[in-house]
């Protein structure tokens, strides 16, 4: 009897300690760690050294946890506007924090870059970069156009290197240095690399520059 009351107490003060936003970076630790295929509820409770009914005190359920974690990504990103920047520079402040995301948590980086737009956490967030976008000197229409090509255009890259990234990781913590695609590798890693986002996006900026804003804010003439 006494060890089971002990056990609730426990619980109790568990419950207690913990808060949702210990739970979610202890779901990011373990994804960053052991991937995203480990992000379970009662892998979880293990990592944190509690029940797993002590976890649902503070998120609801798995799906619950996600939208935890990528509300805390969205933190992490801290977009902060630079007053009098253009929208050029507002774009490319809020693609280059994503693109430091991608590098600080590849694991997890694709439950906000896949995170559908309606997704609680995802909306609020990308209306506020509309926002940011309409102050910098565009009207609405053109902030959500130019706001849904240059995200497209950083979910893909940024999913595929950081899916290479990891797999690279466990290669070689796998100690694996061979394969079918291993000769041909060199001579193809500069197309997935990071400076190549880097220009991808200049030239994205300067296609947009010209064909979304300058027409439409550019004098007629008869």
Do not use: K
């Not at 797993?52 to 509300?71: C, F, G, K, N, Q």
């Not at 969205?74 to 995301?101: F, H, K, N």
């Amino acid at each position: 009897m006494a060890s089971r009351q002990e056990a609730t107490r426990t619980a109790l003060e568990q419950r207690q300690t913990l808060t949702r936003a210990d739970v979610t970076s202890a779901a990011i630790a373990l994804v960053e760690r052991d991937g995203l295929e480990t992000l379970t509820m009662r892998r979880l409770a293990a990592e944190l050294g509690c029940a797993p009914m002590s976890l649902y005190t503070h998120v609801r359920s798995r799906d619950d946890l996600v939208d935890a974690i990528v509300a805390q990504l969205i933190e992490r990103l801290a977009l902060r506007e630079v007053p009098g920047e253009s929208w050029q520079d507002a774009v490319r402040r809020t693609l280059r924090a994503y693109r430091e995301l991608a590098v600080d948590v590849p694991h997890a980086f694709e439950l906000l870059a896949l995170a559908p737009y309606d997704a609680a956490p995802v909306a609020p967030h990308l209306a506020n970069v509309v926002g940011s976008l309409e102050r910098a000197g565009l009207d609405r229409e053109q902030a959500r156009q130019i706001l849904g090509i240059v995200d497209g255009y950083a979910t893909g890259f940024l999913v595929v290197w950081a899916r290479g990234r990891v797999a690279r990781s466990g290669a070689s913590s796998a100690g694996e240095s061979s394969g079918p695609g291993a000769a041909i590798a060199p001579d193809v890693a500069g197309m997935r690399d990071l400076a190549t986002f880097d220009q991808g996006l200049e030239a994205l900026i300067a296609g947009l520059d010209a064909t979304l804003v300058e027409p439409a804010t550019a004098p007629r003439h008869p």
